[in-house]
């Protein structure tokens, strides 16, 4: 009995202490930094700080947002996530010259609370196909109801005025600054940097689930939770000119491991670089017409080798390669931060034209070659003489001795003269005096 009693003891005391030490720690802000394209690694680094801060018992979520949009299937991932977090999460807007583009714009919206640097803008939303077209009249009336529809709960409480400028950037492709979506409400705070952001939350009410909940952000510790190498390394990868790279270094390695077979190390890096490059065409929006001209430009760099041509068939190759570069990444329509550079589709052409037509005068120049290796290499070669008697004898080649004939019609030959091989006969060498 009385064990039992001091265990009991034990527990509250435990209990006890536990619960103080629980109100005496500082609250937890965890920032997150989404700088770049709202692709699906962004998701990932965003559903990962929501899950970090929610196990760490965190304050708030604060995502410190500068993009010019991206995928919509992306940014409702996100909205999604936001929404069903059980810490509130504030979009911030930062830094300075910041901007919320397209799905971007959206995502500040979806924020429990949400706020904005000086000098940044948000807007311009109207949706576009995954090929960076705009839509048809009714494509595009579908897209914009389902993104209005999507955003209208969180926004409309807000007023209408705020609803009014948040339906003109996906109907009308409106942007705003800071100071004009602050005007109607649109978003909550213009703070100038994290530590002032963190000053006029503290004390404010968000609205999270069904319940209002006040912001205590006042000696709150930060906890900054960065991107992770993978979460980069694919955000990397939907760079649509480092997606181009990896597929034209790709293409061209795997063509010269078939061209020359025998070795990896060509194969090796271009299965993985295609690999890579796929990843990035996956997730872009891109012109598919374009991989047919792509596909004629290295036809064309091949037959180039095979059937030489002077170069005429690399000089067209070259053309197709970089016209088939810019549709597949350049279409009309396809936002700026999604296109391919036009420099470096040029320079990247003609540098592969032309180690394809180096590729080309090797191979042209390994078929009048010499043979190097076998005993029919021997030919022309010289050597000395060490015996020989009625035209036969042993002569030295290089470090070698070989039984030799002396080449009919030709010279006598006598030890210690210089020979010449004439010809090969299975292990016997015909040879002339030189």
Same mark, same amino acid.
């Given at each position: 009995?009385?064990?039992?009693?001091?265990?009991?003891?034990?527990?509250?005391?435990?209990?006890?202490? /536990?619960?103080?030490?629980? /109100?005496?720690?500082?609250?937890?802000?965890?920032?997150?930094?989404?700088?770049?394209? @709202?692709?699906?690694?962004? !998701?990932?680094?965003?559903?990962?700080? $929501?899950?970090?801060?929610?196990?760490?018992?965190?304050?708030?979520?604060?995502?410190?947002?500068?993009?010019?949009?991206? #995928?919509?299937?992306?940014?409702?991932?996100?909205?999604?996530?936001?929404?069903? =977090?059980?810490?509130?999460?504030?979009?911030? %807007?930062?830094?300075?010259?910041?901007?919320?583009?397209?799905?971007?714009?959206?995502?500040?919206? +979806?924020?429990?609370?949400?706020?904005?640097?000086?000098?940044?803008?948000?807007?311009?939303?109207?949706? $576009?196909?995954?090929?960076?077209?705009?839509?048809?009249?009714?494509?595009?009336?579908?897209?914009?109801? @389902?993104?209005?529809?999507?955003?209208?709960?969180?926004?409309?409480?807000?007023?209408?005025?705020?609803?009014?400028?948040?339906?003109?950037?996906?109907?009308?492709?409106?942007?705003?600054?800071?100071?004009? +979506?602050?005007?109607?409400?649109?978003?909550?705070?213009?703070?100038?940097?994290?530590?002032?952001?963190?000053?006029?939350?503290?004390?404010?009410?968000?609205?999270?689930?069904?319940?209002?909940?006040?912001?205590?952000?006042?000696?709150?510790?930060?906890?900054?939770?960065?991107?992770?190498?993978?979460? /980069?390394?694919?955000?990397?990868?939907?760079?649509?000119?480092?997606?181009?790279?990896?597929?034209?270094?790709?293409?061209?390695?795997?063509? $010269?491991?078939?061209?020359?077979?025998?070795?990896?190390?060509?194969?090796?890096?271009?299965?993985?670089?295609?690999?890579?490059?796929?990843?990035?065409?996956?997730?872009?929006?891109?012109?598919?017409?374009?991989?047919?001209?792509?596909?004629?430009?290295?036809?064309?760099?091949?037959?180039?080798?095979?059937?030489?041509?002077?170069?005429?068939?690399?000089?067209?190759?070259?053309? #197709?390669?970089?016209?088939?570069?810019?549709?597949?990444?350049?279409?009309?329509?396809?936002?700026?931060?999604?296109?391919?550079?036009?420099?470096?589709?040029?320079?990247?052409?003609?540098? @592969?034209?032309?180690?394809?037509?180096?590729?080309?005068?090797?191979a042209v120049r390994s078929l009048h070659r010499p043979i190097q290796a076998g005993s029919?290499?021997?030919?022309?070669?010289?050597?000395?003489?060490?015996?020989?008697?009625?035209?036969?004898? /042993?002569?030295?080649?290089? =470090?070698?001795?070989?039984?030799?004939?002396?080449?009919?019609?030709?010279?006598? @030959?006598?030890?210690?003269?210089?020979?010449?091989?004439?010809? %090969?006969?299975?292990?016997? !060498? $015909?040879?002339?005096?030189?």
């Amino acid at each position: 009995m009385k064990t039992r009693r001091l265990l009991l003891l034990l527990l509250l005391a435990l209990a006890m202490v /536990q619960t103080v030490f629980a /109100q005496s720690r500082e609250p937890i802000a965890v920032v997150l930094t989404a700088d770049g394209p @709202i692709m699906p690694p962004m !998701l990932e680094y965003i559903s990962r700080g $929501i899950e970090t801060a929610d196990r760490r018992n965190a304050e708030v979520v604060i995502i410190q947002l500068n993009t010019p949009g991206g #995928s919509v299937d992306t940014m409702l991932k996100i909205i999604t996530e936001i929404r069903a =977090s059980d810490v509130p999460v504030v979009v911030y %807007v930062a830094p300075k010259n910041a901007i919320a583009g397209s799905a971007g714009a959206m995502i500040t919206m +979806a924020g429990h609370a949400s706020a904005m640097a000086p000098e940044t803008s948000i807007g311009a939303s109207s949706p $576009i196909t995954s090929s960076g077209e705009d839509l048809n009249t009714t494509a595009d009336t579908k897209a914009k109801e @389902i993104i209005k529809a999507s955003i209208r709960p969180f926004v409309a409480p807000r007023g209408e005025e705020a609803l009014s400028l948040a339906e003109a950037m996906i109907d009308e492709a409106k942007a705003a600054t800071a100071d004009e +979506a602050l005007e109607v409400n649109l978003i909550d705070f213009i703070a100038d940097d994290l530590e002032d952001l963190l000053q006029v939350l503290d004390g404010f009410t968000v609205q999270v689930g069904d319940a209002p909940r006040t912001l205590n952000t006042e000696d709150i510790e930060v906890q900054t939770l960065d991107i992770s190498f993978i979460e /980069q390394l694919l955000l990397t990868l939907t760079d649509p000119n480092i997606a181009f790279l990896l597929l034209a270094i790709g293409v061209q390695a795997v063509l $010269i491991e078939l061209s020359t077979p025998g070795g990896w190390v060509a194969g090796f890096i271009g299965a993985v670089c295609i690999t890579l490059a796929t990843y990035g065409l996956g997730v872009l929006p891109v012109n598919w017409f374009g991989v047919i001209f792509l596909a004629i430009a290295f036809v064309l760099f091949v037959l180039d080798i095979k059937a030489p041509t002077h170069g005429a068939l690399t000089t067209a190759g070259v053309a #197709s390669f970089i016209i088939g570069a810019l549709v597949l990444f350049n279409s009309p329509g396809t936002p700026d931060f999604q296109r391919v550079s036009v420099p470096l589709v040029i320079g990247t052409g003609v540098f @592969i034209g032309l180690a394809f037509f180096v590729v080309m005068l090797i191979a042209v120049r390994s078929l009048h070659r010499p043979i190097q290796a076998g005993s029919e290499s021997f030919v022309g070669k010289t050597g000395t003489v060490k015996i020989f008697e009625n035209d036969a004898g /042993q002569v030295q080649l290089e =470090s070698e001795l070989w039984t030799a004939e002396r080449d009919p019609g030709s010279d006598p @030959i006598h030890k210690g003269d210089k020979i010449e091989v004439v010809e %090969v006969r299975g292990l016997r !060498l $015909i040879v002339r005096k030189k």
